[in-house]
């Protein structure tokens, strides 16, 4: 997304460092407004030049996203973490709520296509939707929306810097298949 963020008061920031580069997280009061993962590339002056370019008024840290980019450092050096933490969906639709509900609750290193979770959510032609809603998620890991995958095990879409193939290293490492095709108990 180009561009800065609606300006917001009580912003917080924190990085951090993987092998692949730095991410970073912002939360506001609420809980957690957007997840940057490392997959760019960048070192530490550039994901915080970058969130301060989009988040002029992030400043500090605060327990959340301490906590966020902990667990984050975690899960990319390969630990199954559990991201049991506080997001602010003042920014989701309804849809995107349902959608993003859903697919917080598809375990590590499983898959399930667009269509089953339109189907969980009541909406069983929306696949489209929920591919949209994806492509919009804010919270890239947290609600883990690399693990939705076409209706035939598909890799499709991934905004994330690196796109498919970012989804099919998040994927690979959770112990997924690389198409996507793990069994979806």
């Known amino acids: 997304m180009k561009g800065k963020r609606n300006k917001r008061s009580g912003l917080y920031r924190s990085l951090f460092e993987t092998g692949l580069g730095f991410g970073g997280v912002v939360a506001g009061e609420e809980g957690l407004i957007e997840v940057f993962l490392p997959f760019a590339g960048e070192n530490e002056a550039g994901m ?39 997001v602010d969906r003042s920014g989701f639709t309804p849809f995107q709520s349902a959608v993003y509900e859903v697919v917080a609750r598809i375990p ?10 339109a189907a969980q959510i009541g909406c069983h ?13 804010p919270l890239p890991v947290i609600i883990p929306c690399h693990r939705v995958v076409g209706a035939s095990g598909e890799l499709t879409g991934y905004s994330a810097p690196g796109g498919v193939m970012s989804k099919q290293w998040l994927l690979c490492m959770e112990g997924a298949s690389g198409s996507g095709k793990k069994d979806k108990k």
């Open 108 to 117: 590590y290193g499983m898959v399930r296509s667009y269509g089953e979770v």
């Open 48 to 86: 915080a030049a970058h969130i301060a370019l989009l988040y002029p008024d992030a400043v500090g840290e605060n327990q959340v996203t301490t906590e966020a980019a902990l667990l984050l450092r975690r899960y990319f050096a390969g630990e199954r973490v559990s991201f049991d933490l506080a």
């Open 125 to 137: 032609r929306a696949a489209r939707g929920v591919g949209s809603a994806m492509a919009h998620n």
